[in-house]
């Protein structure tokens, strides 16, 4: 039940930033020190990495992110 909450959590979240240009990417490679096994988020239109680079983002870091980024827009 854990698991399906999350995998709802995560696809709400990736539809939010996707509206606004944003891909959230998570990690399907074997964790590392330059990959933490969580997620990034790019930028579309650029392909650049605006967070996460190491892929060490967790879903309340990317909300939280996704607010911050909300507040300078608003």
């Known amino acids: 039940m854990e698991l399906q909450k999350d995998k709802s959590r995560e696809n709400r979240i ?9 891909l959230l990417r998570k ?9 933490f096994g969580g997620y990034l988020i790019k ?16 879903l309340a870091d990317v909300e939280n992110w996704f607010k911050e980024w909300q507040k300078t827009k608003g």
Not at 43 to 56: H, N, P
């Open 43 to 58: 930028e579309q239109s650029t392909d650049s990495v605006l967070a996460g680079k190491r892929f060490d983002l967790q």
């Open 27 to 35: 990690s399907r490679k074997q964790v590392s020190s330059n990959n």
């Open 14 to 22: 990736r539809r939010q930033l996707a509206r606004h240009g944003f």
